[in-house]
């Protein structure tokens, strides 16, 4: 990932105590999958993921074409 770590961790929200509470949460992203979170807050983890299943630095898919449709063979005709 070029010299960059796999996962960043940051916190955000409120970090002040208020009695026994803290209303802060810690979140980890990804590089290597953009759009992938997970959510931590006393003790809990809720992770998700919204991309579009390229990890970073990979070369994207692109399918080629299908090709073209055949016609419908000709009929015989049985009378003749």
Known sequence: MQGRPA????TKGDMT?????CYAVNV???YRWP???TVSKS???YS????DAIKRGDVLF???EPPAV?????????NA
């Open 43 to 45: 003790g809990r983890y």
């Open 7 to 10: 996962w960043t961790s940051k």
């Open 17 to 21: 105590t208020y009695g026994e509470n």
């Open 48 to 51: 998700i993921y919204i991309g």
């Open 35 to 37: 759009g992938s979170f």
């Open 28 to 30: 980890i992203s990804s």
């Open 62 to 64: 692109s399918p080629s």
């Open 70 to 78: 055949l016609s419908d063979p000709s009929e015989k005709d049985d």
